[in-house]
């Protein structure tokens, strides 16, 4: 008997008579007659004939939330593995799937399979997920271009979701969509359901950030493929408005400094263009500290024409980003007032220019600034308040935000 579960996230264990860590696969196209009328991973693809038909026979098993299916075959082990670990992790029609063991016989293999949800709740979480999917969707016209699709879809997850490990949905699409709370492989699974909805190719993507286990998404635009991390996008932060772009539209080598693939059966398709991160589609890339300035001070007007809370750039390099930062952060202010003070000539609404507040990103190079309107409230900019260390407080309330 083999079995198959999945232990934490996207990790999964796979048991003989001794076990061991097996990861990713990822999303496909459907070429079966069963295939067509469900949303099939990318990596279905690549399976042979056979193999195909054996996964289309799981996933329909599964989609029923039969509690077994028997195949008129012996499937061999690494088959198995293959099958289920595209299965566990890049399949949006298997999230409720928790658990999965196989009988191997002479002529035929049983598999059975245990779930998260019953049948009814599961359910209903799939219809929360297509409410949710389909609302936004609507929102798309035939006008609507790929890339805007795409960044819609980062937006709406960033918006409305906080970063949740905690929550026993956290690793669901449905976490992020429905609950609003999630980790990783739930912003990525949600992002991915939310490209299979609108038609537009995606991969999921596990490996490694700092050390520790992490799942993110490829997606294909225009014929080719391109990196999107929507948790990185979407960095914990008493901020409201703290949505980010520094890792929307990468490449692979824009990635690998702080991103390592984990590889099993399937290598993620290659992502070689870099030429349309969010920062260079908007040209608010800064190459030194001059450009960086007249930069910012055009991104922080336009802001506050449109009343935004915040406004961000990104630089070309290390360097750059560091000489930036450091004269931002000078004790007598004078270099952020001058940018600041020169944003608020150009801006058509009022704003302080007599505190600066910005947050960094070193990976991504970016940094964001902060625009504070006299006349807000304190929950305007914060999410929990209380968090707020009194020196702020009094240093808000000093210009008319309290």
């Keep these: 008997m083999y079995r198959f579960n999945r232990i934490i996230s996207f990790v999964m264990s796979f048991i003989i008579a001794v076990s061991f860590i097996c990861l990713p696969i990822t999303d496909g196209l459907a070429l079966t007659a069963y295939a067509d009328k469900v949303y099939m991973p990318y990596y279905y693809s690549l399976l042979s004939e056979e193999e195909q038909e054996y996964y289309s026979a799981m996933q329909e098993a599964i989609i029923a939330q039969k509690s077994s299916v028997k195949i008129d075959s012996r499937i061999s082990e690494e088959t198995l593995k293959k099958l289920v670990d595209l299965l566990y992790y890049q399949d949006i029609q298997a999230f409720n799937l928790s658990d999965c ?104 993507v596990i490996g490694e950030t700092d050390g520790t286990l992490h799942m993110w998404n490829k997606v294909r635009y225009n014929k080719k493929w391109y990196n999107v991390d929507v948790t990185w996008d979407d960095p914990e932060s008493n901020y409201k408005e703290n949505r980010t772009y520094g890792y929307f539209m990468l490449s692979d080598e824009e990635m690998s400094a702080h991103h390592k693939e984990t590889v099993t059966y399937f290598k993620s398709p290659k992502a070689a263009d870099s030429s349309i991160g969010y920062y260079e589609v908007a040209n608010r890339v800064a190459a030194d500290l001059n450009e960086a300035k007249t930069l910012s001070v055009s991104v922080i007007s336009k802001a506050a024409n449109s009343k935004k809370m915040s406004a961000a750039i990104q630089f070309e390099t290390k360097a750059a980003y560091d000489e ?73 309330d000093s210009i008319g935000i309290s």
């Design 101 to 204: 063991s196989a009988m191997m016989y002479s002529r035929r293999t049983e598999i059975k399979f245990q779930y998260r949800y019953s049948k009814a709740n599961a359910d209903k979480i799939k219809s929360a997920m297509e409410k949710k999917a389909d609302k936004l969707i609507s929102a798309f016209d035939e006008d609507t271009k790929i890339y805007t699709k795409i960044c819609m879809i980062h937006d709406y997850i960033t918006k409305y979701t906080v970063y949740d490990k905690e929550k026993s949905y956290s690793d669901l699409a449905y976490g992020a969509l429905v609950k609003r709370r999630a980790k990783c492989d739930g912003y990525s699974q949600a992002f991915a359901y939310l490209c299979a909805k609108a038609g537009i190719k995606t991969v999921n």
């Design 324 to 396: 930036f930062n450091q004269r931002l952060s000078e004790s007598s202010g004078n270099f952020a007032y001058e940018i600041f003070n020169s944003a608020l000539k150009k801006s058509n609404n009022k704003f302080s220019t007599q505190l600066f507040l910005w947050s960094i990103d070193e990976h991504a190079l970016t940094i964001t600034f902060h625009i504070l309107y006299p006349g807000k409230s304190l929950s305007d900019y914060y999410v929990d308040v209380s968090r707020v260390s009194s020196d702020y407080k009094k240093a808000l």
